[in-house]
């Protein structure tokens, strides 16, 4: 079985999921999901939208026969044809699709063109960092003209969603705290993946956010919930778990165990665990283990008493990243009977569409007095920075920072959940929440999406 970009993107987010998709029984597989095919489906139009606007000459292959591609993008390559678009290309057990190959000298560079942003993190006063599942595909293609030495050097890029060309760099350290290269981090995946494809290593099931988007996620969940794994904890993910498991291997022993038996001074006996949060840790897995597990306070929360309420949340296409809905649940002296939902809408996805809508929403909650504005989690706050940059004559930066100044906007995942408040529940999502709280929705498990 040939190593693809797609089974290293797998390795990054869950070797599990590489292991199953390989020798997993096909009728454990959940049904494809909606949202994941939507998702796919627009990453093809956007992949296409780009291809279609290039003003430079190009080879297309993307109507071209798998049997008859290769052949005609090495031929393309010898040739030193400028822009090869849906090449394919192999080496040893490696196989690459990569969406562009640049001729540029000594070679080539591949790239892919990628519906999200080319970079993570990052904010007002540092830059992004490249995206570890973007970078194992490029260095997969790198790889390969390397082996058949048609590469330009330990470099690729990403056309993104912003319009930008992201390099992706393989040689330099990614910094001080992670000397490691991205090169470096593609040898580890590619060695892990080809050991679970070689059946000499054997993954383990671990529960994360990705899981919900995945087609095993009702296989690894029961499976998980079976060994009542300590992942099921919230934010205890599976490094922390491949650290503690073989001490304390499920939340039932770790629940009865005395954490301050694990500690010595400011430190754990887990690595990169430190006291406080190892007792958090076991005071959720107490929680867990209750009969029947309940929700409670770690402190008080306090809510000021307005005469209107806004619960406030907006839609992002992540694919075209436009900002099109703007909803607010209107509710006046507490009365639930009286809400109502107001809403301003971008018709198309167009810049003037958006900026309407965004002055429109601005004006009405900028316009009322007196009032408590709820979200959940920092995003509208980081959208409506966004947008006021992209926009700056609907309003300034002070005009954004004051309307989500804490006195009058709680960010009810931070302000809240995290810092007061403990739930029986695998996660912290709403949509977890929500639900544990009686609401339903059609589709019970995907979260929600963020570009």
């Known amino acids: 079985m040939p190593i693809t970009a797609s089974i290293l993107y797998n390795m990054v987010i869950c070797p599990q999921r590489v292991a199953l998709d390989a020798f997993g029984d096909s009728a454990d597989r959940d049904e494809p999901n909606a949202f994941v095919k939507l998702l796919w489906d627009r990453g093809t139009l956007f992949e296409r939208e780009t291809i279609s606007k290039l003003e430079q000459h190009f080879l ?171 992942t099921l904890i919230p934010s205890l993910g599976r490094a922390l778990r491949d650290k503690m498991q073989a001490i304390v291997p499920t939340i039932a022993e770790f629940s009865v165990s005395n954490p301050d038996g694990f500690t010595n001074g400011k430190k754990s006996i887990f690595p990169g665990l430190g006291p406080d949060r190892l007792r958090l840790f076991h005071s959720r897995a107490v929680m867990l283990k209750g009969t029947p597990p309940k929700p409670y306070l770690r402190a008080p929360v306090v809510l000021r008493e307005t005469p209107i309420e806004l619960f406030f949340d907006i839609e992002v296409d992540p694919l075209r990243d436009i900002c099109y809905l703007h909803g607010i649940v209107e509710r006046r002296g507490g009365n639930n009977d009286a809400e109502r939902f107001v809403y301003f809408f971008a018709p198309d996805l167009t810049a003037v569409a958006e900026r309407e809508a965004f002055a429109q929403a601005y004006a009405y909650l900028s316009e009322q007095a007196n009032v408590a504005i709820y979200f959940y989690s920092k995003y509208e706050r980081t959208i409506y920075r966004k947008l006021q940059d992209r926009y700056p004559d609907v309003c300034s930066s002070e005009d954004i920072e004051w309307l989500f100044d804490p006195a009058r906007a709680i960010d009810l995942y931070g302000d809240v959940v995290i810092k007061a408040t403990e739930w029986p529940t695998r996660d912290h999502s709403i949509k977890t929440l929500a639900k544990y709280l009686g609401f339903n929705w059609r589709d019970t498990h995907v979260p929600r999406q963020r570009p």
């Open 60 to 230: 297309d292959l993307s109507e071209t026969e798998d049997e008859d591609k290769e052949y005609l993008t090495l031929q393309a390559m010898e040739r030193g044809k400028p822009l090869i678009y849906s090449g394919r290309i192999s080496a040893d057990d490696l196989l690459g699709v990569p969406d562009l190959l640049r001729k540029e000298a000594g070679g080539y560079v591949p790239g892919d063109i990628k519906s999200g942003a080319g970079e993570e993190g990052g904010g007002d006063d540092s830059d992004g960092k490249p995206k570890l599942h973007y970078a194992v595909q490029l260095a997969l293609y790198v790889d390969i003209l390397e082996r058949l030495k048609l590469a330009a050097g330990r470099r690729a890029f990403v056309w993104d969603i912003n319009g930008d060309e992201v390099p992706y760099d393989f040689v330099t350290s990614q910094g001080p705290r992670k000397p490691e290269t991205l090169w470096d981090e593609y040898q580890c995946a590619l060695t892990e993946a080809r050991a679970i494809l070689a059946k000499r290593f054997i993954p383990q099931a671990a529960y994360s956010a990705a899981c919900k988007l995945c087609h095993w996620y009702t296989f690894c969940v029961d499976q998980l919930t079976a060994l009542d794994d300590l």
